[in-house]
């Protein structure tokens, strides 16, 4: 029998040589007149142990990580003897940091072929849609509510209520949009189902479309992510081939099709409205709410506008699941979140897990603390927005209302680790200078405020008038918080203000480096 | 390095009218006049706004507001550099100084010899294998000072 050998064409295994290791096992079962097929799956997610490659034996999948292809040869003799090798990690499923997850929205990724919807059918894909290709729409709008799903875009909005709104509303055309703009520092959870699990996004995508009923929809991908965009479009020309999306979805006489569209490189453009706008081709601005997308959405029509991952989270509480998804996690927060470990980070990857876990355990026991060695000293949660979060914090249970009480949001769960050489009033300056860069310059105190933000934290790291400037940066911050029309002026304060609030002393005239050196 | 055709304004209408029948097409044509030429020629924009029906003035508020959009062609090789946070908790900062020094030229500008040009990216989504690099297309993940070399160096051909 063939060997069967997964390596991944994640796009984070790639950049660190995943396809010369798959042609350094093509070229060297060659020499050695060895029958071996090669699968690109997804990624498991355990990055720094990227290029994983695993080989499928009677026990289960076997995983040996970091691969070079100069370890293929010997890796080669380990597999095909079963025996030892010093990167071998022993069974996929048996290792600790995948075993201790709850992986509910991630449940295939890095298992299946991505590019097959048969093997997406072999592991219990389109169970949701057939399921609800029986139920009435209002059945399905009570799954989704039973669920607790909230968006897991970062505003965490009820999704069966959205999707309600959508069904309740009359026209002659609704639209299904997928925000996969996944622009965030820290997260990119969204690019590793797309690339290792797109067809769960276009099921989710297509149960949306039935329950509202809309007949097109468009997901939004980021120009960043190419590989991305390749991987979703490879899934939707392979779901309309199977019938399972087009003109008459599984023999159901209902239609639903899909279309991929790229950005170009606006932040800005992942807030909800900014995206509408560009999808319509035009500049990236916000729009004011009212009316809501679901009333008023894409070209005036109600439409459903949800993140990546809410709609890959629908498959399974569609397929049955409802209540398991709802009977994980804490408070008003249910089900998993799959977070994303990243930055200065020993282990990091994604983590899938229920609601409740609290960030030092994130931190410290999943993510190991930092690459470098060092103590961590701050951690962001939520990317650019997010709040800068110090050690003293540490306790606060991953969920969506314990974040916002410490004045920090848990957003697209990203967690960027730091360690004790961060300046935290460069990075108070950084996060003010990115807004500048990324507004759309509709409102004028994201405009305005961010750049008069930079010139003043600027002021203050040269010990200009260093209190005299706090307080105006504290009065920025509060204008664009309550005055700005989305998140990105609104929330910029988040990482400012936390910065301020917990590193005061990187704010001092004489700044962190200069103490130490002397 | 990508290999463009020269502007030519018959495969610009061409290009433009193969997108007339999508919803909102301005972005798409914008990226595959790109991906044809390299960048987005100025005689195109007119072209643009007189094939759905806008003015000229609505399409180059559009070329201008995204990031991605170019106004001449790039270098013959294109080096970008996650600039964001995570990248920055990894030691992105240093090396993006580097490769500033390496190459002579500040990001967000081509050598003089228009071989390389340095850009920032904010965020590729590889943020647990920071920093990372895009050239030409090609991702690099794990940079440190001698990966970042050899990338350099490599753009430099």
Known sequence: ???????????????????????????????????????????????????????????????????????????????????????????????????????????????????????????????????????????????????????????????????????????????????????????????????????????????????????????????????????????????????????????????????????????????????????????????????????????????????????AAIPFILAGGAKAYADFGMGRSRGTMPIQLAGNVKFGGLFETAFGITLGELVDDVAGGTFTGRPVRAVQVGGPLGAYFPRALFDTPFDYEAFAARDGLIGHAGIVIFDDTVDMSKQARFAMEFCAVESCGKCTPCRIGSTRGVETIDKIRAGERVEQNLAVVEDLCNTMKYGSLCALGGFTPYPVMSALKHFREDFSPAPKSLQAAE | MFVYEPWEEKRGAEIIAEHLHLEGPTLVILHALQEAFGYVPEPAIPMIAEALNLSRAEVHGVFTFYHDFRHKPAGKHVLKLCRAEACQAAGGDALAARAEAKLGIAIGNTTPDELVTLEPIYCLGLCATAPSAMLDGRLVGRLDEKRLDALVAEAQR
């Open chain 1, 1 to 311: 029998m063939k060997m069967r050998i997964f390596v991944p064409r994640d796009a984070a295994a790639i950049s660190v040589g995943a396809d010369e290791v798959a042609l350094a096992f093509e070229q060297a079962a060659e020499k050695r007149d060895l029958p071996i097929n090669i699968i690109r799956n997804g990624s498991r997610g355990l990055l720094w142990l990227e290029p994983m490659v695993e080989v499928a034996t009677l026990k289960g999948r076997v995983a040996y990580g970091p691969v070079t292809p100069a370890d293929v040869p010997s890796l080669l003799d380990a597999m095909a003897s079963d025996g030892p090798h010093p990167l071998r990690h022993g069974l996929t499923e048996e290792i600790p940091w995948l075993k201790r997850q709850t992986r509910l929205t991630f449940a295939r990724c890095g298992i299946t072929d991505p590019r097959s919807v048969d093997d997406y059918r072999a592991h219990d894909g389109c169970k949701g849609l057939e399921r609800a290709l029986t139920l009435t729409s209002d059945a399905i709008l009570a799954d989704v509510t039973i669920s607790g799903l909230r968006g897991r875009g970062g505003a965490g909005f009820p999704t069966g209520i959205k999707w309600k709104t959508v069904a309740q509303t009359g026209a002659d055309q609704k639209y299904i949009v997928c925000n996969a703009d996944e622009g965030d520092s820290g997260t990119f959870a969204d690019r590793m189902i797309m690339e290792g699990d797109p067809f769960v996004v276009i099921e989710g995508m297509t149960i949306a479309g039935i329950t509202v009923g809309a007949t097109k929809g468009y997901i939004y991908i980021r120009s960043e992510y190419p590989h991305a965009v390749d991987a979703m479009n490879a899934a939707i020309t392979a779901s309309r081939s199977a019938g399972y999306l087009g003109s008459d979805i599984c023999g159901s006489k209902r239609a639903f099709d899909l279309e991929v569209r790229v950005g170009a490189g606006a932040y800005v453009c992942g807030e909800e409205t900014s995206l509408l706008e560009s999808l319509e081709g035009r500049r990236g601005l916000v729009r004011a709410k009212p009316p809501l997308p679901a009333h008023k959405g894409l070209f005036g029509k109600p439409t459903v506008i949800n993140n990546v991952l809410s709609f």
